[in-house]
Protein backbone atom coordinates (compact mmCIF):
# COMPACT_ATOMS: atom_id res chain seq x y z
CA UNK A 1 0.00 0.00 0.00
CA UNK A 2 1.40 3.35 -1.18
CA UNK A 3 1.73 6.37 1.81
CA UNK A 4 -1.03 8.02 0.40
CA UNK A 5 -3.33 5.05 0.64
CA UNK A 6 -2.38 3.91 4.61
CA UNK A 7 -2.64 8.03 5.39
CA UNK A 8 -6.24 7.13 3.81
CA UNK A 9 -7.26 3.75 5.64
CA UNK A 10 -5.97 5.47 9.17
CA UNK A 11 -8.28 8.29 8.04
CA UNK A 12 -11.22 6.10 7.45
CA UNK A 13 -10.71 4.09 10.88
CA UNK A 14 -10.49 7.30 12.61
CA UNK A 15 -13.77 8.60 11.06
CA UNK A 16 -15.31 5.52 12.27
CA UNK A 17 -14.11 5.77 15.39
CA UNK A 18 -15.24 9.02 15.64
CA UNK A 19 -18.58 9.32 14.66
CA UNK A 20 -20.21 5.74 14.68
CA UNK A 21 -20.24 5.61 18.58
CA UNK A 22 -22.61 8.89 18.45
CA UNK A 23 -24.65 7.87 16.09
CA UNK A 24 -28.48 6.03 17.58
CA UNK A 25 -27.81 2.61 17.60
CA UNK A 26 -30.52 1.65 14.81
CA UNK A 27 -28.96 4.02 12.33
CA UNK A 28 -25.15 2.28 12.99
CA UNK A 29 -26.57 -1.03 12.85
CA UNK A 30 -28.62 -0.42 9.48
CA UNK A 31 -25.37 1.67 8.52
CA UNK A 32 -23.03 -1.92 8.80
CA UNK A 33 -25.85 -3.96 6.77
CA UNK A 34 -25.76 -1.26 3.55
CA UNK A 35 -21.73 -1.25 3.90
CA UNK A 36 -21.97 -5.11 4.11
CA UNK A 37 -24.06 -5.86 1.32
CA UNK A 38 -22.47 -3.18 -0.88
CA UNK A 39 -18.78 -4.93 0.07
CA UNK A 40 -21.22 -8.01 -0.62
CA UNK A 41 -22.81 -7.70 -4.13
CA UNK A 42 -19.20 -5.62 -5.44
CA UNK A 43 -17.66 -9.28 -5.12
CA UNK A 44 -13.99 -7.74 -4.16
CA UNK A 45 -11.57 -10.27 -2.74
CA UNK A 46 -11.88 -10.38 0.55
CA UNK A 47 -15.62 -11.08 -0.40
CA UNK A 48 -14.04 -14.09 -2.49
CA UNK A 49 -11.63 -15.36 -0.36
CA UNK A 50 -14.39 -15.13 2.63
CA UNK A 51 -17.10 -17.68 0.08
CA UNK A 52 -14.08 -20.09 -0.66
CA UNK A 53 -13.05 -20.12 2.71
CA UNK A 54 -17.27 -21.00 3.58
CA UNK A 55 -16.71 -23.79 0.44
CA UNK A 56 -14.45 -25.70 2.91
CA UNK A 57 -16.61 -25.29 5.85
CA UNK A 58 -19.48 -26.31 3.89
CA UNK A 59 -18.78 -28.38 1.17
CA UNK A 60 -21.85 -29.32 0.54
CA UNK A 61 -23.21 -25.96 0.05
CA UNK A 62 -24.91 -24.87 -3.21
CA UNK A 63 -23.94 -22.40 -5.15
CA UNK A 64 -27.09 -20.47 -3.62
CA UNK A 65 -25.92 -21.18 0.19
CA UNK A 66 -22.62 -20.50 0.02
CA UNK A 67 -23.33 -16.70 -1.39
CA UNK A 68 -26.54 -16.50 1.49
CA UNK A 69 -23.47 -17.51 3.64
CA UNK A 70 -20.92 -14.79 2.26
CA UNK A 71 -23.83 -12.19 2.71
CA UNK A 72 -24.49 -12.78 5.83
CA UNK A 73 -20.60 -13.01 6.92
CA UNK A 74 -20.22 -9.86 5.80
CA UNK A 75 -23.29 -8.77 7.86
CA UNK A 76 -21.47 -10.34 10.66
CA UNK A 77 -18.13 -8.90 10.23
CA UNK A 78 -19.78 -5.42 10.43
CA UNK A 79 -21.48 -5.96 13.05
CA UNK A 80 -18.21 -6.59 14.95
CA UNK A 81 -16.87 -3.42 13.09
CA UNK A 82 -19.80 -1.22 14.39
CA UNK A 83 -19.88 -2.90 17.79
CA UNK A 84 -16.19 -1.97 18.21
CA UNK A 85 -16.43 1.55 17.28
CA UNK A 86 -19.18 2.13 20.06
CA UNK A 87 -17.92 -0.34 22.44
CA UNK A 88 -15.44 2.93 24.31
CA UNK A 89 -18.60 4.64 25.18
CA UNK A 90 -20.92 1.13 26.45
CA UNK A 91 -21.49 1.00 30.45
CA UNK A 92 -20.44 -1.87 32.05
CA UNK A 93 -24.14 -2.87 32.55
CA UNK A 94 -25.09 -2.81 28.68
CA UNK A 95 -21.43 -5.25 28.25
CA UNK A 96 -22.97 -7.47 31.00
CA UNK A 97 -26.55 -7.68 29.08
CA UNK A 98 -24.50 -8.26 25.51
CA UNK A 99 -22.71 -11.10 25.99
CA UNK A 100 -23.61 -14.68 27.54
CA UNK A 101 -21.07 -17.28 27.51
CA UNK A 102 -21.58 -21.44 28.51
CA UNK A 103 -19.20 -22.95 31.15
CA UNK A 104 -17.35 -19.74 32.14
CA UNK A 105 -16.74 -21.74 35.36
CA UNK A 106 -13.86 -23.63 33.34
CA UNK A 107 -12.39 -19.82 33.34
CA UNK A 108 -13.26 -18.75 36.83
CA UNK A 109 -11.82 -21.70 38.41
CA UNK A 110 -8.73 -21.98 36.40
CA UNK A 111 -7.97 -18.62 37.55
CA UNK A 112 -9.23 -19.03 40.98
CA UNK A 113 -6.59 -21.81 41.30
CA UNK A 114 -3.63 -19.42 40.60
CA UNK A 115 -2.37 -21.86 37.55
CA UNK A 116 -3.06 -19.14 35.00
CA UNK A 117 -5.20 -19.17 32.02
CA UNK A 118 -4.88 -19.13 28.25
CA UNK A 119 -7.88 -18.69 26.25
CA UNK A 120 -7.49 -19.18 22.59
CA UNK A 121 -10.18 -18.05 20.13
CA UNK A 122 -10.93 -18.18 16.40
CA UNK A 123 -12.09 -14.96 14.59
CA UNK A 124 -15.29 -15.40 15.51
CA UNK A 125 -18.27 -12.86 16.26
CA UNK A 126 -16.66 -10.03 18.60
CA UNK A 127 -13.66 -11.03 20.23
CA UNK A 128 -13.53 -7.64 21.17
CA UNK A 129 -16.50 -7.44 22.93
CA UNK A 130 -15.59 -10.83 24.88
CA UNK A 131 -12.79 -9.01 26.13
CA UNK A 132 -14.30 -6.34 27.50
CA UNK A 133 -16.49 -8.41 28.77
CA UNK A 134 -14.04 -10.80 30.68
CA UNK A 135 -12.30 -7.20 31.98
CA UNK A 136 -16.05 -5.29 33.04
CA UNK A 137 -18.23 -8.50 33.76
CA UNK A 138 -15.71 -10.67 35.21
CA UNK A 139 -13.14 -7.72 36.86
CA UNK A 140 -10.48 -10.13 35.66
CA UNK A 141 -7.67 -8.12 33.44
CA UNK A 142 -6.13 -9.68 30.65
CA UNK A 143 -2.67 -9.30 28.08
CA UNK A 144 -3.16 -10.12 24.17
CA UNK A 145 -1.10 -9.33 21.01
CA UNK A 146 -1.58 -7.51 18.39
CA UNK A 147 -0.70 -8.33 14.66
CA UNK A 148 1.48 -5.22 13.16
CA UNK A 149 -0.76 -2.60 11.03
CA UNK A 150 0.07 -0.45 7.98
CA UNK A 151 0.04 2.02 8.76
CA UNK A 152 2.08 2.82 12.04
CA UNK A 153 -0.53 5.08 12.98
CA UNK A 154 -3.20 2.90 12.44
CA UNK A 155 -1.62 -0.22 14.33
CA UNK A 156 -1.16 2.51 17.40
CA UNK A 157 -4.60 3.67 17.12
CA UNK A 158 -5.67 0.19 17.17
CA UNK A 159 -3.56 -0.76 20.32
CA UNK A 160 -4.97 2.53 21.98
CA UNK A 161 -8.37 1.68 21.65
CA UNK A 162 -8.22 -1.96 23.01
CA UNK A 163 -5.48 -0.52 26.12
CA UNK A 164 -8.53 1.99 26.68
CA UNK A 165 -11.36 -0.97 27.21
CA UNK A 166 -8.97 -2.64 29.61
CA UNK A 167 -6.45 -4.74 27.82
CA UNK A 168 -2.72 -4.87 28.14
CA UNK A 169 -1.75 -5.69 24.28
CA UNK A 170 1.75 -6.86 23.31
CA UNK A 171 3.12 -6.17 19.22
CA UNK A 172 2.61 -9.70 17.70
CA UNK A 173 6.45 -9.34 15.95
CA UNK A 174 9.65 -9.32 18.29
CA UNK A 175 10.78 -11.83 20.54
CA UNK A 176 10.02 -10.26 23.80
CA UNK A 177 5.81 -10.85 23.58
CA UNK A 178 6.49 -14.42 24.54
CA UNK A 179 8.26 -14.09 27.32
CA UNK A 180 5.83 -11.06 28.38
CA UNK A 181 2.97 -13.32 28.25
CA UNK A 182 4.80 -16.36 30.59
CA UNK A 183 5.32 -14.10 33.43
CA UNK A 184 1.36 -12.68 33.50
CA UNK A 185 1.13 -16.71 33.21
CA UNK A 186 3.10 -17.33 35.67
CA UNK A 187 1.82 -15.00 38.18
CA UNK A 188 -1.45 -16.43 37.79
CA UNK A 189 -2.83 -14.39 34.98
CA UNK A 190 -5.19 -14.19 32.00
CA UNK A 191 -3.73 -14.62 28.62
CA UNK A 192 -6.02 -14.30 25.23
CA UNK A 193 -4.68 -15.17 21.96
CA UNK A 194 -6.58 -15.17 18.47
CA UNK A 195 -5.17 -18.56 17.45
CA UNK A 196 -6.86 -19.72 14.04
CA UNK A 197 -4.66 -18.36 11.62
CA UNK A 198 -0.69 -18.36 11.21
CA UNK A 199 1.07 -15.11 10.67
CA UNK A 200 4.69 -16.55 10.84
CA UNK A 201 4.47 -19.09 8.29
CA UNK A 202 6.33 -21.51 10.92
CA UNK A 203 3.42 -22.36 12.99
CA UNK A 204 2.12 -25.85 13.61
CA UNK A 205 0.32 -28.12 10.48
CA UNK A 206 -3.28 -29.14 11.37
CA UNK A 207 -5.92 -30.63 9.87
CA UNK A 208 -8.62 -28.38 9.44
CA UNK A 209 -12.02 -29.00 7.66
CA UNK A 210 -10.64 -32.04 5.80
CA UNK A 211 -7.40 -29.94 4.62
CA UNK A 212 -4.27 -29.16 5.99
CA UNK A 213 -3.79 -25.52 7.71
CA UNK A 214 -0.93 -23.79 9.71
CA UNK A 215 -2.25 -22.17 12.99
CA UNK A 216 -0.47 -20.65 15.45
CA UNK A 217 2.05 -22.91 18.19
CA UNK A 218 2.14 -19.80 20.80
CA UNK A 219 -1.11 -21.11 23.02
CA UNK A 220 0.21 -24.72 23.48
CA UNK A 221 3.76 -24.07 23.85
CA UNK A 222 3.00 -21.28 26.75
CA UNK A 223 0.55 -23.63 28.49
CA UNK A 224 3.67 -26.24 28.41
CA UNK A 225 5.77 -23.99 29.40
CA UNK A 226 4.11 -22.20 32.36
CA UNK A 227 1.63 -24.82 33.46
CA UNK A 228 -1.16 -22.78 32.53
CA UNK A 229 -4.48 -24.13 31.76
CA UNK A 230 -5.44 -24.01 28.13
CA UNK A 231 -9.16 -23.26 27.17
CA UNK A 232 -10.65 -22.78 23.37
CA UNK A 233 -13.49 -20.41 23.35
CA UNK A 234 -16.32 -19.86 20.34
CA UNK A 235 -18.41 -16.98 20.09
CA UNK A 236 -21.69 -16.72 17.87
CA UNK A 237 -24.42 -13.94 16.86
CA UNK A 238 -27.72 -15.03 17.58
CA UNK A 239 -31.46 -13.34 16.35
CA UNK A 240 -30.93 -11.05 19.74
CA UNK A 241 -28.51 -8.85 20.78
CA UNK A 242 -26.41 -10.55 22.60
CA UNK A 243 -24.00 -12.63 21.96
CA UNK A 244 -22.52 -15.45 22.84
CA UNK A 245 -19.99 -17.77 23.58
CA UNK A 246 -18.40 -21.19 25.29
CA UNK A 247 -15.65 -21.92 26.80
CA UNK A 248 -14.27 -25.60 26.15
CA UNK A 249 -12.86 -28.22 28.40
CA UNK A 250 -9.13 -27.58 29.11
CA UNK A 251 -6.67 -29.04 26.30
CA UNK A 252 -4.07 -30.83 28.31
CA UNK A 253 -0.41 -31.59 27.04
CA UNK A 254 0.17 -34.96 26.55
CA UNK A 255 1.78 -37.40 29.27
CA UNK A 256 4.83 -38.16 26.56
CA UNK A 257 6.22 -37.36 23.58
CA UNK A 258 8.69 -33.95 22.76
CA UNK A 259 7.65 -30.84 23.07
CA UNK A 260 6.94 -30.30 19.35
CA UNK A 261 5.02 -33.87 18.95
CA UNK A 262 2.84 -32.29 22.22
CA UNK A 263 2.68 -28.61 20.88
CA UNK A 264 0.97 -30.70 17.37
CA UNK A 265 -1.27 -32.55 19.26
CA UNK A 266 -2.33 -29.81 21.80
CA UNK A 267 -2.87 -27.46 18.45
CA UNK A 268 -4.75 -29.96 16.54
CA UNK A 269 -7.15 -30.11 19.52
CA UNK A 270 -7.58 -26.33 19.17
CA UNK A 271 -8.17 -26.19 15.53
CA UNK A 272 -10.82 -29.22 16.38
CA UNK A 273 -12.59 -26.95 18.89
CA UNK A 274 -12.91 -24.22 16.54
CA UNK A 275 -14.09 -25.85 13.74
CA UNK A 276 -17.14 -27.51 15.94
CA UNK A 277 -17.86 -23.64 16.72
CA UNK A 278 -17.42 -22.64 13.20
CA UNK A 279 -19.56 -25.56 11.29
CA UNK A 280 -21.94 -24.37 13.86
CA UNK A 281 -21.84 -20.53 13.17
CA UNK A 282 -19.73 -20.23 9.49
CA UNK A 283 -21.66 -17.03 8.99
CA UNK A 284 -19.48 -15.59 12.07
CA UNK A 285 -16.19 -16.51 11.31
CA UNK A 286 -14.50 -13.16 9.62
CA UNK A 287 -11.62 -14.99 8.32
CA UNK A 288 -11.68 -12.77 4.61
CA UNK A 289 -7.55 -13.73 4.07
CA UNK A 290 -6.10 -16.78 2.82
CA UNK A 291 -5.69 -20.43 5.58
CA UNK A 292 -5.27 -23.55 4.14
CA UNK A 293 -2.19 -24.62 2.65
CA UNK A 294 -3.35 -24.88 -0.44
CA UNK A 295 -4.31 -21.53 -1.01
CA UNK A 296 -0.78 -20.03 0.26
CA UNK A 297 2.50 -19.00 -1.87
CA UNK A 298 4.79 -20.88 -0.26
CA UNK A 299 7.45 -17.91 -0.92
CA UNK A 300 5.09 -15.34 0.68
CA UNK A 301 3.16 -17.09 3.43
CA UNK A 302 0.33 -16.02 4.97
CA UNK A 303 -1.89 -12.44 3.22
Not at 98 to 111: A, I, R
Not at 163 to 185: C, D, I, K, Q, Y
Not at 218 to 241: F, I, M
Not at 248 to 277: I, S, Y
Amino acid sequence: MSAVGERLTDALYGLGWATVRKLPEPVAAGLGRRIADTAWRRRGQGVLRLEANLARVVPDASPQRLAELSRAGMRSYMRYWMESFRLPSWSAERVGRSVEVKDVHLLTDGLASGRGVVLALPHLANWDLAGVWATRSLGVPFTTVAERLKPESLYDRFVAYRESLGMEVLPHTGGSAFGALARRLRAGGLVCLVADRDLSASGVEVDFFGERARMPAGPALLAQHTGALLLPVTLWYDDTATMRGRVHPPVDPPETGTRAQKTAVMTQALADAFAGGIAEHPEDWHMLQRLWLADLDPAKGPK
